[in-house]
């Protein structure tokens, strides 16, 4: 079974910056994609970015030009960082994983950092 631990989140002003950082751990043969969602207070669950394959990426449009997703796949990492905030971007920020662990893919997610904009 594979955890995720997402860190980085906290208060920051407007136009501020945030990195977070998601860590994950257990049996993974492969990665397929790793990526960010957000979840703003009383509202759905919604996708912010993925990274694929290490390299491919892809944003949201409310968050692209702000936002870069990197990830490290040599220690199973992914990160968000996240200028020009607005508080708007509050939200709890989940890190997602699909993975393979042998032959059979998964997917998981973290129990999310709290990311709060506001002056």
């Known amino acids: 079974q594979v955890q995720l631990v997402e860190s980085g989140g906290g208060l920051v002003q407007p136009g501020g910056s945030l990195r977070l950082s998601c860590a994950a751990t257990?049996?993974?043969?492969?990665?397929?994609?790793m990526g960010w969602y957000r979840q703003p207070p009383g509202k759905q669950r919604d996708w912010v970015a993925t990274i694929t394959g290490g390299l491919s990426t892809n944003y949201a449009d409310s968050v692209k030009g702000r936002f870069t997703i990197s990830g490290d796949s040599a220690k199973n990492m992914v990160y968000l960082q996240m200028n020009s905030l607005k508080p708007e971007d509050t939200a709890v920020y989940y890190c997602?994983?699909?993975?393979?662990?042998?032959?059979?893919?998964?997917?998981?997610w973290g129990r999310g950092t709290q990311v709060t904009v506001s002056s």
């Open positions: 257990g049996s993974i043969s492969r990665i397929g994609s």
């Open positions: 997602n994983i699909h993975y393979a662990s042998v032959d059979t893919w998964y997917h998981s």
